[in-house]
């Protein structure tokens, strides 16, 4: 499988072949909604919190004695079920996050890739350099290979591109490590450098 690969103009200066362990193959989309749960869980916060009838202010006295009065017998104005009282079975701080299998997610991230490519949302760039830190350069440059919305993977360092580019809506750079299904699915096209594309490839397997 041969992808073209581009300059910083978008013109074509080279090729390269593509892994048919890594991007030939199914795509299975089944497994992207197990991959994408997974993230969004690791991300929830899980800080929600509700107080019992130990934790709330006051209640420390009986409200009326226990035998006369004609009313319900009661221990303590911070009841559940008294207004103002605490609350049963509320939540509590948790961690929501949980790791799936490695073979699901290497199975996902690898699904990812080959939807990508059978879209015809993946390009390849030799390298993408720029001089200096400029936002406008960088939309240049990307748009100017017809490229609106993509997740760039970049194999490290590349400080211009990533300053850049943190600025602009709808690109994030990440380095190849870093790659996950998440960001792929998100974003519309996939870039990679072929530094990155090598080092993603020897990654996965």
Not at 54 to 77: E, I, L, M, T
Not at 188 to 194: E, F, K, N, S, Y
Request: aromatic share 8%.
């Amino acid at each position: 499988m041969i992808v073209d690969v581009l300059n910083n103009e978008g013109a074509k200066v080279s090729e390269v072949e593509l892994s048919d362990e890594l991007f030939g193959g199914e795509v299975k989309e089944h497994l992207f909604y197990e991959a994408v749960k997974a993230r969004m869980a690791g991300r929830r916060s899980g800080t929600a919190c509700t107080k019992t009838r130990a934790q709330v202010r006051g209640g420390g006295v009986k409200p009326w004695r226990q035998k006369g009065s004609g009313r319900a017998r009661a221990g303590s104005n911070r009841s559940p079920i008294w207004r103002h009282g605490g609350t049963v079975f509320g939540p509590r701080p948790r961690d929501y996050s949980y790791a799936l299998p490695k073979k699901v997610m290497r199975g996902a991230l690898k699904s990812a890739l080959r939807l990508r490519l059978r879209d015809g949302a993946f390009k390849v760039f030799d390298a993408l350099e720029l001089d200096e830190p400029k936002s406008r350069k960088a939309l240049e440059m990307l748009r100017g290979s017809e490229i609106e919305s993509a997740l760039i993977v970049v194999e490290g360092g590349n400080e211009n591109l990533k300053l850049s580019v943190r600025n602009l809506r709808g690109y994030k750079v990440i380095d190849a490590p870093w790659l996950n299904v998440y960001d792929v699915l998100y974003y519309d096209t996939l870039v990679m450098t072929r530094a990155a594309l090598e080092k993603v490839e020897a990654m996965i397997k």
